[in-house]
């Protein structure tokens, strides 16, 4: 086993799995098969140590501190943003702003560009958005009359980027889609999207909760004004993530919440903000799991990135052929280029059922609507079982996952 956060010479899934202590152990009598990444992935010991440690010997509130911890802290806390900013490309810290997740960061941007929202504004979504990604733009639509358009999405799982560029309108605001869907795999062009936007003067966020897993992203090279993205699918700790601004949007943004940490001076009658990104910060932050998504940050830029998804996409491809060969099997999500996420259902047996009977056998996959309501919609059914693959996903727990698949469908069919 490679010491944590050392980089593996070449690809060896079981020396990366090796580092993941829960994926030893049995559920149910069995080996464990965690097949749902997507929507959350498992930590390294790099990063459950990173934490451990901050607990044990370097916490403290940040920023406002005097004493050696306070400042070890902030620093540690302040590497943490320097790290972000690197990993996703941005040429400053400044433009981080460190957040709760990316539902926080998204309802961050809306909630600020919402003050400059009037009725019969529109805004652009697509049809397979993460409802992180639409019901912070659904506020404006009830609150400022705004006009929610939707980019549709082809039968094959593709967004359709004729009818994305049609939407546009002299009353269009801000594009928000996703880099990479949680429920189809599909990965949007984020660059052509973005070049659409701006050559008709609207901003674009992109949500890249997914796509900055799976895939190198670089926020300077898409040229996007918004990028988004969440430490627990980054082998990272829950309840932190970052949002990326471009340029000078963070001076000009309000802030979005109020509270201490936000502020330069506070007075009976008035307030002073603090400067980006600590304007958008208020109240305590999540100190050590920010500082743990560094450590993950870390942990992941130090693999050989292009080869862990090359070996996401075996091991996709290896369950969608397994998948194939089971009767009644449907893939929702075929596009060419799709990233590790196989979601589909099994005619006449309900996604929930299978995903109940396969936890027996010690596989762990999602059955619902992955908070996609709308695309679920357009492909017609309410659910879906989803299996998600990560870095240290392997054969063995494809085959187990096929498996208890076809027992399952045997079970209730
Ligand atoms: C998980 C996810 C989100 C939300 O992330 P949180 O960590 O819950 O804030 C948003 N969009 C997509 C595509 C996701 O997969």
Redesign the pocket.
């Known amino acids: 086993m490679n010491a944590p956060g050392r980089p593996v010479a070449a690809f060896d899934a079981d020396a990366i799995r090796a580092q993941f202590p829960i994926l030893s152990r049995q559920v149910n009598g069995q080996p464990l098969a965690y097949l749902d990444s997507?929507?959350?992935a498992q930590k390294p010991e790099a990063v459950i140590e990173a934490v451990a440690d901050v607990w044990r010997s370097s916490y403290a509130n940040v920023h406002r501190g005097l004493h050696t911890l306070a400042n070890e802290a902030t620093e540690a806390f302040e590497g943490a943003r320097a790290k972000t900013a690197r990993f996703l490309g941005a040429a400053r810290p400044e433009q981080i702003v460190l957040t709760?997740?990316?539902?926080?960061?998204?309802n961050l941007v809306a909630s600020a560009l919402g003050q400059s929202i009037n009725e019969g504004d529109e805004i652009i979504l697509s049809q397979m958005?993460?409802?992180?990604?639409i019901v912070p733009w659904h506020f404006l639509r009830e609150r400022r009359g705004a006009v929610i358009r939707w980019a549709p999405v082809t039968d094959d799982g593709s967004l359709d980027i004729e009818a994305y560029e049609a939407l546009f309108t002299d009353r269009t605001k801000i594009v928000a889609v996703?880099h990479?869907?949680?429920v189809l795999g599909t990965v949007t062009p984020a660059k052509r999207l973005t070049e659409i936007a701006h050559a008709r003067g609207v901003p674009i966020l992109l949500?890249g909760?997914?796509a900055a897993v799976h895939g190198h992203v670089n926020v300077d090279e898409i040229g996007c004004d918004f990028y988004?993205c969440?430490?627990?699918?980054l082998y990272g700790p829950?309840a932190c993530?970052a949002l990326y601004a471009a340029g000078d949007w963070l001076d000009r943004l309000p802030p979005f919440m109020g509270g201490g940490e936000m502020i330069a001076e506070v007075s009976e009658d008035g307030v002073v903000y603090a400067d980006a990104p600590h304007k958008f910060e208020a109240g305590t932050p999540a100190i050590a799991d920010v500082i743990g998504m560094g450590a993950a940050l870390d942990w992941l830029t130090a693999q050989d990135r292009a080869v862990i998804e090359a070996h996401e996409k075996a091991l996709l491809n290896r369950a969608t052929a397994g998948l194939m060969e089971i009767e009644g099997a449907r893939v929702i999500g075929t596009t060419q280029g799709k990233g590790a996420i196989l979601s589909f259902v099994i005619d006449g047996a309900h996604p929930h059922d299978l995903a109940q009977i396969m936890d027996k056998y010690g596989v762990a996959v999602r059955a619902g609507h992955h908070?996609a309501h709308p695309l679920m919609k357009r492909f017609g059914v309410t659910a879906t079982v989803r299996a998600s693959f990560a870095a240290y996903s392997n054969a063995a727990d494809v085959d187990a996952f096929l498996s208890a698949l076809r027992k399952a469908r045997a079970f209730l069919i």
């Open positions: 997507a929507a959350s709760r997740g990316a539902t926080e960061a998204i958005e993460h409802h992180s990604n996703t990479m869907s949680n949500d909760s997914q988004v969440t430490g627990h699918k829950n993530g908070c």
